[in-house]
């Protein structure tokens, strides 16, 4: 089986999730790209997905990758965020890139907090369409931390037992 971390990443936060992700990953034949830097995603049998989210969604970029894995591929998806773990704001994006990758099987998602420049929160905190998520976003400073980041490798373990189990399932014995 071989496997690709790809992720899209602004500032950093969601390369080192990635970067815990891939150490996460007991597995050989394993790679990490960032998205512009993918050849072609039909070489991998599992790709985890990786981006910010952007005005609750996900962001142009990670739009078009997701859209050119071809069908039947298994996906993991991941996202840093400024906002609260597990709140709507969050969960909004990750419906957002579900919707993109209708075909293929999604095996699951992590989403962990990931600090924004104090300068720009300061900028939209005054913006009323984007106040509610950079108050929220306040307390992301220092994220993703540690806990975040061994979150992550247990996500990719178990990713990759989910993966396995659905590859050998087609198998003979
Ligand atoms: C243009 C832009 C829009 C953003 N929109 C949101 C948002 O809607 N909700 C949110 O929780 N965080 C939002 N963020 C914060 C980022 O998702 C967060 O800081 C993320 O960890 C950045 O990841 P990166 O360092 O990999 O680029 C936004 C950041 C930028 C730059």
Redesign the pocket.
């Known amino acids: 089986m071989n496997i690709l971390v790809a992720?899209?990443?602004?500032?950093?936060?969601?390369?080192k999730t990635a970067e815990a992700i891939f150490t996460g990953i007991q597995h050989t034949r394993k790679k990490l790209l960032p998205i512009d830097q993918v050849e072609d995603p039909g070489n991998y049998d599992l790709i985890f997905c990786g981006f910010?989210?952007?005005?609750?969604?996900v962001p142009a970029k990670m739009t078009h990758f997701l859209q050119a894995i071809p069908q039947g591929k298994k996906i993991a998806l991941f996202?840093?965020?400024?906002?609260l773990r597990g709140g709507e704001?969050?969960i909004s994006?990750f419906y957002a890139a579900l919707s993109l990758t209708g075909g293929r099987t999604i095996l699951g998602t992590f989403g962990c907090?990931?600090?924004?420049k104090f300068q720009?929160l300061e900028e939209w905190i005054e913006k009323p369409q984007?106040r509610s998520?950079a108050l929220?976003?306040q307390s992301?400073h220092g994220?993703p931390d540690l806990v975040d980041l061994e979150d992550a490798r247990a996500f990719a373990d178990l990713m990759l037992h989910a993966a396995e189990h659905m590859h050998g399932a087609g198998k003979k014995p």
């Open positions: 992720y899209y990443s602004e500032t950093g936060n969601t390369r910010p989210v952007h005005n609750h969604s996202a840093t965020h400024g906002s704001k969050a994006a907090r990931g600090q924004v720009l984007e998520w929220e976003a992301a994220h």
